[in-house]
């Protein structure tokens, strides 16, 4: 029977896994979390609009009617294409196809500068009409822009493929 690896279980993993119910196939869906996150609504979580059980499912309570599907909580170190298997930190997993689904993350596109030494993660604990504090850091400002830029995720790394483009 083959063997079909998904690295990932956010909408691509996921919805990959769930076309693949019933085919005659082993099916395994990697991810690092056990859960899968719908984050267009993280910020109504932020603002106690919303409970976080109300964005956040277990993957094999999703998964868990598929008879052919099984999921790992680990984190993929890299991927042996010669050999056909994922690597991850405590073993490797064979595969005959493969599906990378990993998702993105943030990006600078190529001005790492613009990254404050604060970093990302860092806390926003208090914003008014005089700037924002980050941190514990007080930062004087009339005006506080908002913004996020995406990259590919290291999966091209794993793949020895460049995972970003140019803008130019």
């Known amino acids: 029977m083959p063997r079909i690896v998904i690295l990932g279980a956010g909408f691509g993993g996921l919805f990959a896994a769930k076309r693949l119910a019933g085919v005659a196939a082993d099916v395994t869906v990697v991810d690092r979390h056990n859960y899968h996150l719908f984050q267009p609504l993280l910020y109504q979580v932020a603002t106690a609009g919303l409970p976080p059980s109300d964005i956040a499912w277990p993957i094999r309570s999703i998964l868990s009617r598929q008879k052919n599907t099984s999921v790992l909580l680990a984190e993929v170190i ?30 600078y596109f190529g001005h790492e ?56």
Do not use: M, Q
């Open 78 to 107: 890299g991927i042996d294409v010669a050999r056909h298997e994922v690597i991850l930190k405590s073993e490797a997993v064979a595969f005959d196809y493969l599906i990378v689904a990993t998702g993105s993350t943030h990006s």
């Open 113 to 168: 500068d613009w990254e404050t030494t604060r970093g990302l993660g860092t806390p926003v604990t208090h914003c008014d009409g005089e700037g924002v504090t980050i941190g514990g850091d007080r930062i004087a400002a009339a005006t506080i822009i908002w913004a996020a830029g995406v990259a590919a995720s290291p999966a091209g790394r794993w793949l020895d493929r460049n995972p970003t483009r140019s803008a130019g």
